[in-house]
């Protein structure tokens, strides 16, 4: 006799327990699967052999969470950093990396099995790019499921709110931006991550941003219609309807974050969801224009613009989203300044240019241009492509595959952390040079009398932090400058990549690339038609 349909979904619940080490009262089970003995019994024998197996696989140890010592596998629990309704997170140190990681534990007592928890570092490991954490592994010890990631050294955005009340504008302006960039990565993905507040959003010491907790992320499947989760201030109106995983929520839910940001207060002052739904279909919410009314007007534009009850009205893309956000162009008696923050935070005028030169052009829409860069590892084999976040070594040969819709201008750098900022492109001698041709896909360097260069890692760093300008114009004062570094270095100081010299920065370069940073600060206000990537590939020994 099969099984109907209520009971088949009574067995793969029972069977997803067994996998996940949860104990089976299998007498209360009898009857509410009656009809199902033979597959109840087949249930009963896996239970004892994954019960065996993990026996010998696990041993006699007693250094787990579980039983309350401080291991969870190889890695040392060092300090509690956190708690939530999901899992708990450790500060921990894992010997195989050498490093301190951050530690999310599923609680054994929640009501997220340990397979849909790991759904979160599945999720997490394919998405690689600056503004998200990084995910190193996961596992499942003794029948705990943990993950672990980059433990980054910051505060919440929902710290900084308790703290300092509300940021100024053009702080909340970066910030969007590099959030409006990760999101683009995570919607790529085929992914939406459901809970972008401001708990889960960290500044890191050096001003970072970094968007955090993936254990709301659903992928973009109408079969998860009836899912709703979220935290209730962020939530939009279609996801309070059943309406399938899309862009579109998260693009609302960083609209409300936005609010929060630059007014301190949520744009819905609700305390349930029935609240919430009875202000949304009345329209009653606050408005940035009452409640800052000094707030640069294109900026408020763009929030609101987040808050449209239809979905279809909201920005169509978390880059269009970066694209409104973008300021005004500058009065000629302006002048731009750069912040002190590193590297991440000054070529933001890189990309507040780029968004600018995709707004009005006399009057008339500009095309979105489209460019696209990707670094690869290069051997005997061919090429793969690295991800933001990807580890290199010494040795290694790399390569930046680049294509545009226009003719670009490309400029690219490398800080090792060493102090000197090396250029990578454009070199004297080597084809291409600059402009590139339109739709034509480039590896470079390029070509030495026809042979194929790369680059190559020729020392050991703690990371090589790759800088990629590209411009559809011609930049003056960036030729210029890199012109006169690669003149006042002399070719046996060069640093080695390969079968290249690289022109190192200044020599009073400090850690951190100031003289890059002097570099991109002499854009200025001529940084409108600029793109810019930026790739971090930490280092590892062989």
């Not at 340990?114 to 997490?124: G, K, N, P, Y």
């Not at 929520?249 to 744009?267: E, H, Q």
């Not at 004297?428 to 009398?449: E, F, H, M, R």
């Not at 890059?516 to 001529?526: E, F, I, P, S, T």
């Amino acid at each position: 006799m099969k099984p109907d349909s209520k009971n088949a979904a009574e067995l793969e619940r029972l069977a997803a327990r067994i996998a996940d080490d949860e104990p089976v009262n299998w007498r209360t089970l009898t009857t509410p699967v009656a009809g199902s003995d033979q597959a109840l019994h087949g249930l009963r024998e896996m239970e004892q052999l994954v019960q065996g197996f993990r026996h010998l696989q696990l041993g006699d140890s007693r250094d787990t969470p579980r039983s309350g010592r401080s291991h969870f596998g190889a890695l040392t629990l060092l300090e509690p950093l956190g708690s939530g309704a999901q899992g708990d997170v450790w500060r921990a140190y894992d010997p195989m990396l050498d490093l301190h990681v951050a530690l999310k534990l599923r609680k054994v007592e929640s009501g997220t099995l340990a397979h849909d928890f790991l759904d979160e570092a599945r999720r997490l490991a394919r998405v690689r790019q600056a503004n998200i954490v990084s995910v190193y592994g996961a596992a499942v010890n003794e029948g705990r499921a943990g993950l672990w990631t980059e433990l980054i050294h910051g505060t919440s955005l929902a710290e900084l709110l308790a703290q300092d009340g509300p940021l100024p504008a053009e702080e909340v302006r970066g910030i969007s931006l590099d959030l409006c960039h990760a999101l683009a990565a995570v919607h790529r993905h085929g992914l939406v991550h459901g809970d972008i507040k401001a708990e889960n959003v960290m500044r890191e010491v050096s001003g970072r941003i970094v968007l955090m907790d993936f254990g709301a992320v659903r992928e973009l499947d109408a079969a998860q219609a009836a899912v709703i989760s979220g935290t209730l201030h962020y939530l939009a109106p279609e996801v309070l309807s059943g309406a399938p995983p899309a862009p579109a929520r998260d693009i609302y839910a960083l609209g409300v974050l936005l609010f929060r940001l630059l007014s301190g207060v949520y744009p819905y002052d609700v305390k349930d969801v029935q609240d919430l739904l009875r202000l949304q279909d009345d329209s009653k919410r606050l408005h940035l224009v009452d409640l800052k009314p000094d707030a640069p007007r294109d900026l408020i534009r763009a929030i609101e613009c987040a808050f449209e009850r239809n979905p279809a009205k909201r920005h169509t893309s978390a880059l269009a989203f970066a694209t409104a956000l973008a300021p005004s162009p500058p009065q000629a008696a302006s002048k731009s300044r750069v912040t002190s923050f590193a590297l991440a935070a000054l070529v933001c005028l890189a990309v507040l240019g780029l968004a600018l030169g995709l707004g009005r052009w006399r009057g008339a829409q500009v095309p979105a241009w489209q460019a696209d860069a990707v670094f690869y590892r290069v051997d005997a084999r061919g090429s793969a492509a690295l991800t933001d976040g990807a580890t290199i070594a010494v040795g290694d040969r790399l390569a930046l595959k680049f294509r545009s819709d226009r003719p670009a201008y490309v400029y690219i750098f490398d800080d090792d952390g060493s102090g000197e900022a090396a250029v990578l492109f454009p070199l004297d001698g080597i084809d291409p040079v600059n402009p590139l041709a339109a739709n034509t896909a480039y590896q470079l360097p390029g070509k030495s009398d026809a042979t194929a260069l790369t680059w190559q890692v020729s020392s050991q760093a703690e990371r090589e932090e790759f800088v990629v300008l590209a411009a559809d114009q011609p930049q003056p004062e960036l030729e210029r400058t890199v012109a006169a570094w690669q003149r006042a270095v002399k070719p046996a100081t060069g640093a080695s990549r390969g079968a290249l010299v690289l022109a190192p920065g200044p020599s009073d370069a400090e850690i951190a690339s100031t003289s890059l940073r002097a570099v991109l600060a002499k854009l200025g206000a001529d940084t409108t038609h600029l793109r810019h990537w930026r790739f971090v590939f930490p280092h590892t020994s062989r």
